[in-house]
């Protein structure tokens, strides 16, 4: 279980913006961030400081990082639902088809980016839309790449499924946005993401 650093609980709690801390992947670290209404981030192998930062100016307070093994303190929902989003990327990461069932943040993006990802989250496990599609399920057919735009903002990666949204010529498209990496490790990732949801010829819409 999650808990506060012993360092850190000595402050004014309602100055935390959100709680974060890092999982394992075979892709690398995952870092995994909560408020109070929700998952606000899962971010792919970027640094911890950029994660922090980015935070930070979305929700307008700091993040604080937790670590640690033992109880939640009383009334402490963050680190409880902290510790179910880890569980669930966990069992993602094993390969079962976990649906996250879980309340999502989206503070900070525009309107526009809130209906496409929304859209988005409603794609299921081991299935792929191209952004043509994810446009039309949301009511503006033609905004195809506007929607490319919002889906290369997308916080939440995996429980916002971002890597289900490829081109429609059935190649990948992009993944990540400018956010880490290059462009051929962000793609070898999503690539790598899909295998895991069954699609080990690659993505499909069939």
Same mark, same amino acid.
Not at 20 to 42: F, L, N
């Given at each position: 279980m999650v808990t506060y650093p012993r360092a850190d609980t000595s402050g004014r709690?309602?100055? %935390?913006? /959100? #709680?974060? /801390? +890092? #999982?394992?992947? $075979?892709?690398? $670290?995952?870092?995994? /961030?909560?408020? =109070? &209404?929700? %998952?606000? @981030?899962?971010s792919w192998l970027g640094e911890p400081g950029d994660l922090a930062a980015g935070l930070a100016r979305r929700l307008g307070g700091r993040p604080l990082e937790v670590a640690g093994a033992g109880p939640a303190g009383p009334g402490d929902t963050r680190?409880?639902? *902290?510790? =179910? +989003?880890?569980? @669930?990327?966990?069992?993602?990461?094993?390969?079962?088809?976990? $649906?996250?069932?879980?309340?999502?943040? *989206?503070?900070?993006?525009?309107?526009?980016?809130?209906? #496409?990802?929304d859209g988005v989250r409603r794609i299921p496990w081991g299935r792929t839309e191209s952004y043509g599609g994810v446009a039309r399920m949301i009511g503006r057919p033609g905004a195809a =790449? /506007?929607?490319?735009? @919002? #889906?290369? &903002?997308? $916080?939440?990666g995996v429980i916002v499924p971002c890597h289900r949204v490829i081109a429609g010529d059935g190649s990948l498209g992009g993944y990540g946005g400018d956010a880490w990496g290059g462009r051929e490790a962000r793609l070898e990732l999503k690539?790598?993401?899909? =295998?895991?949801?069954?699609?080990?010829?690659?993505?499909? +819409?069939?």
């Open positions: 709690d309602d100055a %935390v913006a /959100a #709680v974060w /801390a +890092t #999982v394992a992947s $075979p892709w690398g $670290p995952v870092h995994v /961030a909560v408020s =109070r &209404r929700g %998952v606000v @981030a899962v680190a409880a639902l *902290l510790e =179910r +989003t880890i569980a @669930a990327l966990e069992r993602w990461l094993d390969g079962e088809p976990e $649906p996250f069932d879980l309340p999502i943040d *989206l503070a900070g993006l525009s309107g526009w980016d809130r209906t #496409v990802l =790449r /506007a929607v490319g735009g @919002a #889906v290369s &903002r997308n $916080p939440i690539r790598a993401l899909l =295998r895991l949801e069954g699609l080990a010829g690659g993505p499909s +819409t069939d």
